[in-house]
């Protein structure tokens, strides 16, 4: 049988895509991260953890109420993936007469949703933020970047395993597996379709949340070269905000 070449089609325009930290999304909020600043000195922090289960993710405030750090951990679900996946990261307030009082947090489709709540400690100094929708410290401005551009980013706060946002593997007996990150997608919001000699795919991630930006939709697509009508098995599955797509030969 001859070798099958594969080509992968992500969604971008000319000269940019959508959203530096994944070739694959094709609208919606861009980052692999998000802070805003509440009213009522509260906080909201988006955080994707594509693979990672609510019983695989935790977090920590240090003991001076200001800094909270967390970890997750993504295992390997198929035999083609490079492995598994380790997540840790911390935010820090950058103030000194607040401390963190309270924390709610959801963990849904593999996208963390932390809300902080602070309180007064001491007398208010200059740099402490009232949350009244004025100002915003430059720490967090400079996370609100347009987001687009010509290449992809590596994920910043991935400790071990890959950091792109998908993997492309040919397989031993002449077929596909893909590996692609869609963090807020649930299984029910993954669609996958034929069409001649491309395999289509495609997730939707809802807003969710009322401090959401918006949601995000993902596409791209799988094409056999020459074009010519994809035949065999073809299996996809979405699993904690990680779509994986096997095309098998018959």
Same mark, same amino acid.
């Given at each position: 049988?001859?070798? /099958?070449?594969?080509?992968l089609?992500?969604?971008?325009?000319?000269?940019?895509?959508?959203?530096?930290?994944n070739?694959?999304?094709?609208?919606?909020?861009?980052? #692999?991260?998000?802070?805003?600043?509440?009213?009522?000195?509260?906080l =909201?922090?988006?955080?994707?953890?594509?693979?990672?289960?609510?019983?695989?993710?935790?977090?920590?405030?240090?003991?001076?109420?200001?800094?909270?750090?967390? $970890?997750?951990? %993504?295992? +390997?679900?198929? $035999?083609?993936? *490079?492995?598994?996946?380790? =997540?840790?990261?911390?935010?820090?307030?950058?103030? !000194?007469?607040?401390?963190?009082s !309270?924390? +709610?947090?959801?963990?849904?489709d593999?996208?963390?949703?932390?809300?902080?709540?602070?309180?007064?400690? +001491?007398?208010?100094?200059?740099?402490? =933020?009232?949350?009244?929708? !004025?100002e915003v410290?430059? *720490?967090?401005?400079? &996370?609100?970047?347009?987001?687009?551009?010509?290449?992809?980013?590596?994920?910043?706060?991935?400790? +071990?395993?890959? /950091?792109?946002?998908?993997?492309?593997? &040919?397989?031993?007996n002449?077929g596909? #597996?893909?590996?692609?990150?869609?963090?807020?997608? %649930?299984?029910?919001?993954?669609?996958?379709?034929?069409?001649?000699?491309?395999?289509?795919?495609?997730?939707? %991630?809802?807003?969710?949340?009322?401090?959401?930006?918006?949601?995000?939709? =993902?596409?791209?697509?799988?094409?056999? &070269?020459?074009?010519?009508?994809? $035949?065999?098995?073809? $299996?996809?599955?979405?699993?904690?905000?990680?779509?994986? &797509?096997s095309?098998?030969?018959?």
């Open positions: 049988m001859a070798s /099958r070449v594969f080509n089609l992500t969604p971008h325009s000319s000269d940019r895509f959508h959203a530096r930290n070739q694959f999304q094709m609208n919606g909020t861009k980052g #692999f991260f998000e802070v805003q600043i509440l009213d009522k000195n509260h =909201y922090w988006r955080l994707d953890l594509p693979g990672v289960s609510k019983e695989r993710f935790l977090y920590a405030i240090d003991k001076e109420k200001k800094l909270i750090s967390i $970890e997750g951990e %993504a295992l +390997k679900e198929s $035999e083609h993936e *490079e492995g598994g996946r380790s =997540y840790g990261a911390s935010f820090t307030l950058v103030c !000194n007469c607040c401390e963190i !309270n924390v +709610k947090h959801d963990v849904r593999r996208v963390l949703r932390m809300t902080l709540q602070k309180v007064r400690i +001491k007398d208010a100094q200059r740099e402490c =933020y009232q949350g009244d929708g !004025n410290p430059d *720490e967090i401005e400079n &996370l609100h970047s347009d987001g687009s551009g010509r290449a992809v980013e590596d994920r910043p706060y991935l400790l +071990k395993g890959s /950091r792109e946002a998908f993997e492309s593997i &040919l397989t031993e002449g596909l #597996f893909l590996r692609v990150d869609m963090p807020g997608v %649930a299984e029910e919001d993954a669609r996958v379709c034929v069409v001649g000699g491309n395999v289509i795919f495609f997730g939707k %991630a809802l807003k969710v949340m009322e401090h959401d930006s918006s949601g995000r939709e =993902y596409l791209g697509s799988v094409s056999l &070269l020459p074009m010519t009508p994809i $035949e065999g098995n073809i $299996e996809h599955a979405m699993k904690d905000g990680v779509f994986r &797509l095309i098998s030969p018959v």
